[in-house]
């Protein structure tokens, strides 16, 4: 039996909680959240003990796993600590840090450490986000021309949460949601050789991006197109990948289909796995990691060339202008 203690109790909190809680070989034996009405929620819902500070959960119960689901800008300092008092499984919630320089500092001290780390990139997890690897990676969509991506919606109140205060999100939309389409890109199409990004900023109150467009190339030469907005009146969550021999496509929580060359229709393909359930999905991959029954699927590595990505695509808006990556 693992012991977990999740640290950060807010909305991406309790979805942890949730996963863990659906696991048999795992207890929630604490919490700690500097606001004390979300770790009595948290708590209430899920079991364990209450703790003022992340330092008291882990002195007292000496968890094996800890789940990190504080805003970015503390993901640093929670890993830095939770590694000195001795923990060696972690899975850090998206984006890995506010910035690039505090991602590599992550995954310096996890390997100087010999610990594990999951970036929380819960996306590769989800049953059609997998089908598309296969897809992919079997030769049945043929060589890769396109990659589209939008997650976007209508983030009523953003402006008085932490996502739009840069010091501790490091972005607006991009930060928030492209890092995910970025780590898409990259689990789908190959590593990313150079991006181009444009931003705009018409939401009152924050002095972020609400809304973006980024053009990433892969390698191999496969573009992608990804869209992310705070600011949307009718918001979508859309995924489509496009080769030389078809193509598939997915909006999310709806149709799963394909069309290969020479179709005359699209073909519906079930979905065979809840969405809802892809924080347990990929909290219990992170368990077979622990067992060694699987690879793990998102490593540090993973969230820091995230980073890099965006902060790649920042720099474009500044230069506008491709930016090597």
């Given at each position: 039996?693992?012991k ?23 207890e929630?034996v ?7 009405e ?7 819902k ?38 000195s ?6 899975v ?5 840090a ?14 100087e ?35 589209r ?19 501790i ?6 930060m928030?949601t ?30 972020v ?29 859309f ?22 060359e020479?179709?005359?229709?699209w ?20 368990i ?28 474009s ?9």
């Amino acid at each position: 039996m693992y012991k977990v203690g999740v640290i950060g109790c807010g909305w991406v909190g309790l979805a942890h909680g949730s996963g863990y809680k659906l696991l048999q070989d795992c207890e929630i034996v604490g919490s700690a959240d500097p606001v004390k009405e979300l770790s009595q929620h948290f708590a209430a819902k899920y079991g364990g003990r209450i703790y003022k500070s992340m330092n008291d959960l882990i002195d007292k119960e000496k968890p094996d796993i800890i789940s990190v689901c504080t805003p970015p800008s503390s993901h640093y300092p929670v890993i830095k600590t939770a590694l000195s008092r001795g923990i060696k499984n972690i899975v850090c919630e998206k984006p890995l840090a506010h910035n690039t320089a505090d991602a590599r500092k992550i995954v310096r001290a996890i390997k100087e450490s010999s610990a594990k780390l999951m970036t929380a990139f819960c996306h590769r997890f989800i049953f059609p986000v997998m089908k598309m690897r296969w897809m992919i990676d079997s030769g049945e969509l043929g060589d890769i021309v396109f990659f589209r991506n939008e997650f976007s919606s209508h983030f009523k109140g953003v402006e008085d949460r932490w996502f739009s205060k840069k010091e501790i999100s490091g972005g607006g939309s991009m930060m928030d949601t492209s890092v995910h389409s970025i780590d898409l890109f990259r689990f789908l199409c190959g590593e990313v050789k150079n991006v181009s990004a444009r931003i705009t900023q018409k939401m009152p109150g924050i002095s972020v991006e609400d809304s973006c467009c980024v053009l990433v190339q892969s390698e191999k030469g496969a573009m992608g197109i990804i869209e992310a907005s705070w600011n949307l009146g009718v918001g979508s969550a859309f995924l489509e990948v496009c080769g030389t021999k078809g193509r598939v496509q997915y909006e999310y929580w709806g149709e799963f289909r394909v069309r290969h060359e020479g179709d005359k229709e699209w073909k519906t393909i079930p979905v065979e796995r809840d969405i809802n359930r892809r924080f347990e999905d990929e909290l219990h991959h992170f368990i077979r990691v622990l067992k060694g029954e699987e690879e793990l699927r998102c490593s540090g590595d993973d969230g820091l060339r995230a980073n890099q990505i965006i902060q790649a695509a920042y720099e474009s808006v500044k230069q506008q202008k491709w930016v090597e990556v």
